[in-house]
């Protein structure tokens, strides 16, 4: 099963509940890090063995974009009125590439009349890989100044070997979460408790409603005061997400996240909450599945 | 030669707009005819690469020279190897810009003004 792990906005402590997911089940696990702009796992998971620097296996991520060559070029402008992206300007017979607006659709190089694209590969980020315990931890990291995230996500997604996946998506409702839970079994939405914490949630809740993810709520600093049960409510009902877990907010919670240790192993308990929270999420997911393929027979 | 200034609104006093790419109208200036065409800009609300589409059909129509108030590098990169002039202004309305033009009082830019919208495009 995969389950992805999002939150409407940033903070809401959505990478502790990936790792401490992971931890807790017993057995082989593959954690995606597909919060590919600002990616954290590796800060969180037990062991300094696990930083980037040391990692098992690096893989550059590329993308195709094209090269336009001179001496065949017209200058006709035909590559130019196809890219939907604005990537590419003609001016004076010669063809200008904006690379960071490229989306490596390959659609010019199909243009071109004269067969002057060529697709080279771009590189816009890496995929590292490593083993904690059962824990196979996958990581894609955008380079600085590269915005096409989807395809590093996909790249990330595909090193998935094991039965169990858990995705940690990036925080919010753009593109990159889009892509990031395409295709999981299950989802948990980490929000708190909070007037913006609450509206954020709707949004993100809408997008894995808009994809068809069975989803959990869960709860994270359960307990602060000022809280709006009702309105969690109202959104837990609104989407048919139940609320699956509620962390308390401790002292020794805030520790061993100060500390960047995970949480299961500061709070006991903690660990057969998240065992928990992944059973309920498997019968979501079997009921969803059965109830999408008897709609179609 | 032909001029092309970044215009906000159309009807008299029709202002300038400050920025290259996002501005409704294109203003173009025939400066020995006087003749004046102001064109809709059609490419003004797209998602992204506006200012050096813009730049492109700003070529196309065969400007030499563009009037603005802040220009990104990616635009700025398109009008370079157009050879077209990129003048910035303070001005407020296309009149005063022209006048300031034709006295010679407006700077060339050697560079962009501003980061863009994207992070700052350079062209390969
Ligand atoms: S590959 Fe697609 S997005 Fe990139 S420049 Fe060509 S047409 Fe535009
Ligand atoms: S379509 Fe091909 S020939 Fe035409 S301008 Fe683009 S690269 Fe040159």
Redo the contacts between chains.
């Keep these: 099963m995969t389950v992805v792990v999002a939150s409407g906005k940033g903070g809401t402590g959505k990478t502790t509940v990936s790792i401490g997911l992971a931890l807790s089940l017993d057995r082989p696990v593959d954690l995606l890090d597909c919060d590919v702009e600002a990616p954290n796992t590796h800060l969180l998971l037990p062991n300094a063995e696990l930083d980037l620097a040391s990692a098992q296996e690096t893989n550059r991520c590329t993308v195709p974009v094209p090269r336009v060559n001179p001496d065949r070029c017209t200058g006709c402008g035909a590559c130019s009125a196809f890219c939907g992206f604005g990537a590419l300007a003609v001016v004076r017979n010669r063809v200008l590439f904006f690379e960071d607006l490229c989306h490596a659709c390959g659609g010019c190089a199909l243009v071109c009349p004269e067969g002057a694209i060529t697709e080279v590969p771009h590189e816009i980020g890496t995929v590292v890989t490593s083993r904690y315990g059962q824990v196979h931890h996958v990581l894609g990291e955008l380079h600085v100044g590269q915005t096409l995230a989807p395809p590093l996500i996909r790249a990330v997604k595909e090193r998935a070997d094991g039965l169990t996946t858990i995705i940690d998506a990036a925080p919010g409702t753009t593109c990159p979460v889009v892509e990031a839970a395409r295709g999981a079994d299950a989802g948990l939405l980490v929000t708190e408790n909070t007037p913006f914490g609450l509206h954020d949630l709707a949004l993100a809740a809408e997008v894995l409603a808009d994809l068809g993810i069975p989803t959990g709520i869960v709860l994270n600093r359960a307990g602060i005061g000022h809280e709006d049960e009702e309105r969690l409510k109202a959104v837990s009902r609104r989407f048919g997400f139940p609320i699956v877990m509620r962390i308390p907010f401790s002292s020794a919670i805030a520790r061993a996240y100060a500390e960047g240790r995970p949480i299961v192993s500061a709070v006991p308990g903690l660990r057969t909450g998240f065992r928990g929270v992944y059973d309920e999420l498997t019968r979501m997911a079997r009921s969803a599945s059965g109830a999408a393929s008897g709609a179609r027979s | 030669m032909r001029l092309c200034i970044t215009t906000a609104t159309t009807e008299a006093p029709a202002r300038l707009d400050r920025r290259f790419g996002r501005s409704p109208f294109l203003t173009f200036v025939d400066t020995e005819t006087n003749e004046t065409q102001i064109e809709e800009n059609s490419l003004a609300d ?5 200012g ?2 813009v ?2 059909l700003v ?1 196309q129509r065969g400007a030499t020279a563009v009037i603005t108030g802040q220009i990104g590098p ?1 635009a700025f ?2 009008l370079d ?3 077209i002039a990129t003048y910035t202004t303070t001005a407020t309305t296309v009149a005063e810009a022209l006048t300031l033009f034709r006295e010679g009082r407006l700077d060339s830019a050697q560079a962009p003004t501003g980061p863009g919208h ?2 700052g ?4």
């Design positions: 797209g998602a992204s690469g506006v050096a589409q730049a492109q070529a990616s990169a398109v190897a157009a050879e994207h992070g495009s350079r062209p390969r």
